[in-house]
């Protein structure tokens, strides 16, 4: 069987697939119109009729993917993520090494819910900001000068830089020449470059980072959902948010605490004086920057109830989430709303499209309180909490688009016989040892995506990657996951992801800093992929055995093999 010639319709739908991961990979076309060519290609190949590869394109993934945007951009609108990230650095201080790891835990928490490049947006400014105040001050002012901070405008990154020249032509005319310091001026300036530079990378790395922790955090997660829905119908919701963030948010962590050390190890060394802050001339600096953030905490003032009612709804939207259909106990989906079969009918995508609607029917004020000027007598109706023009302006369609694209093209392998030839194909690797098979797939994963959209490299790879699992027998996901997580390990090129092009913008960074930093943690984060793989999924997927939902397209084989498996997890390692 393995020598078998493809048919006509496989070959097409392989043609298919080869110039749409070229056209990706190339980005000749914008990616979500290479993401419509299977409608174009397969009803004319024969492959599938129109209706069947339109209904593709907007499934429940794509749904959860859209309500948990909306919510997303309401959070953003409303400042609600900026609130969080100075509240956080003022409770974790401005000492060196402490600033870095406050930064990366912030943007990894902001981006685990929100957009990485809006993240990054966000908090590379604020870093900048901050980092002028810590390098700038000068000796004998009062540090209550830090308010004073034009360069603080989040969106506007260019006059950050026009003002930190202007602040170092200013500091070397006024006033007498500072004592001479304890290391050379040359010295000292390039250990503030360093340290920039090290400030600027965290935050971009910590947001790749973070979005691995929840089904939401990154589309690639969502396209992982997707497919595995599609290619396996009879999957019992194995990949839903709760499970998915038991798995990733320990990997995230560990991978985050590892990001820190190299990149303090890289940019501070292991000054234990210098990075704790201590000394007195660093405690001025520390107080001046710490005062910038305070300043600008304090202009947002108390919270809005705009900011209390998108904070309420957010919760809300988690805890939904968590509970329900977790699998370790009933959730409220299973108890209120269950099938025949005692499944949950309401999805991931349901929860987060109420929580939406109700977003654009909460007023942002308290109702009954604002006259309409200019007729007296007449309340105004205060704006809701969110609105069309906001989400028309910032909602990302193409990523929609190109997740249909790719359910599409899992859909059309199946149905054209792709994937069984394939799977075929790859019968050899039963031979391999599974934890080598996910080893190299992931460095080979994590390569390709320095080069093209994370989003397009899972959706090329994975269908292979489940064609591959069935015909060798293992558990489809104990590839899928790994490889799906090694996607965001786009930490290399400043091309290779939105977060790192917005820190290389800022100055500072040359592609040889960026690649020096980015090598390590690649190979730091498939060694925790790994790792994360061979323990602690195993009991929470079941990876010890081929799943009978994973069956549908094989020949029977693996069922019977597997039947009654009772040895140990061939995954697990001494």
Known sequence: MGNRLCTLQEAYCAYTIILMALLWCTEALPLAITAFLPTVMFPMMGIMGASVVSTEYLKDTNILFIGGMLVALAVEHWNLHKRIALRVLL?????PSLLILGFMVVTAFLSM????????AMMVPIAHAVLEQLHKVPKGKDVEEGENNPAFELQEPSP???????????????????PVPSEPKAQQDEEQLRFTRGMSLCVCYSASIG?????????????????VNSIFPENDNVVNFASWFAFAFPTMVILLLLSWVWLQFLFLGFNFRKNCGLGDEMRERERAAFEVIRREHK???????AEKAVSTLFVLLVVLWFTREPGFFTGW????????????????????ILIAVILFIMPSKIPGLTQEPGKPGKLKAPPALLNWKIVKEKMPWNIVLLLGGGFALAKGSEESGLSKWLGDKLTPLESVPPPAIAFILCLLIATFTECTSNVATTTIFLPILASMSQAI????LYVMLP???SSSLAFMLPVATPPNAIAFSFGGLKVTHMAQAGFMLNILGVLVITLAINTWSIPMFDLHSFPSWAQSNTTGFCGVSQANITTPSPYTTV
Do not use: Y
């Open 91 to 95: 409770i974790i201080g401005v000492r």
């Open 113 to 120: 819910w929100i957009s990485n490049t809006a993240t990054t």
């Open 160 to 178: 950050q830089k026009e003002e930190t020249k202007l602040d170092e032509k200013d500091n070397k005319q006024d006033g007498p020449a500072p």
């Open 211 to 227: 979005g691995i922790a929840t089904l939401t955090g990154t589309t690639t997660n969502l396209v992982l959902q997707g497919q």
């Open 299 to 305: 202009l947002l003032g108390p919270m809005t109830f």
């Open 333 to 352: 989906g299973n108890l209120a709303f269950s099938d025949e079969d005692g499944k949950s009918m309401p999805s991931d995508g349901t929860v987060a």
């Open 473 to 476: 027998c293992i558990h489809p």
């Open 483 to 485: 490889c799906t997580l």
